[in-house]
């Protein structure tokens, strides 16, 4: 049996327990799907050697969840860019209330950056690569994911 002044050391202890377990139980995860089957026409063309190395750094497969418009609305995103060159990009993108899209995508190059852009329906949609993410920027529907290069 506890003694009292035990009891009282206790109090903070579990109060500052269950806060935590009640947090995580509350914190929405996004559930990830099994990717889609890749588009029948998908032709992954190698970067031109003379391409500067951050520009053919684009080049693959990417994937990412994340919340479009808050959290209550989760997407999943598979990015394949085909053929890059130093003007245009061609891209293949899934974005999960709609399935895939092909689209060509502009490069430019914004404070020593290389930038891949398009216009979708959820308005500029923005690439960059950061630290081995492609972070996709759609705007203005206010959501960035950050995508990891898949095999």
């Avoid at 994340?66 to 860019?81: A, D, E, L």
């Avoid at 329906?121 to 923005?126: I, L, P, Q, T, Y």
Wanted: charge should be neutral.
């Amino acid at each position: 049996m506890l003694h009292q002044k035990s009891r009282i050391h206790l109090v903070p202890v579990v109060t500052v327990a269950l806060a935590l377990v009640l947090t995580l139980a509350a914190t929405p995860t996004v559930a990830t799907a099994a990717a889609p089957s890749m588009p029948k026409d998908v032709q992954m063309v190698q970067p031109d050697p003379s391409l500067p190395e951050a520009l053919a750094a684009f080049s693959g497969k990417w994937e990412g969840s994340g919340y479009h418009c808050g959290p209550t609305f989760p997407i999943q995103m598979f990015i394949i860019v085909e053929k890059i060159t130093k003007e245009k990009v061609g891209l293949y993108v899934f974005y999960s209330p709609i399935g895939w899209n092909r689209r060509e995508a502009n490069v430019t190059i914004e404070d020593g950056e290389y930038k891949l852009w398009y216009i979708s329906f959820a308005g500029r949609c923005e690439m960059m690569l950061r630290a081995n993410e492609l972070v996709y920027d759609a705007q203005p529907s206010w959501f960035t994911l950050g995508l990891k290069r898949v095999p």
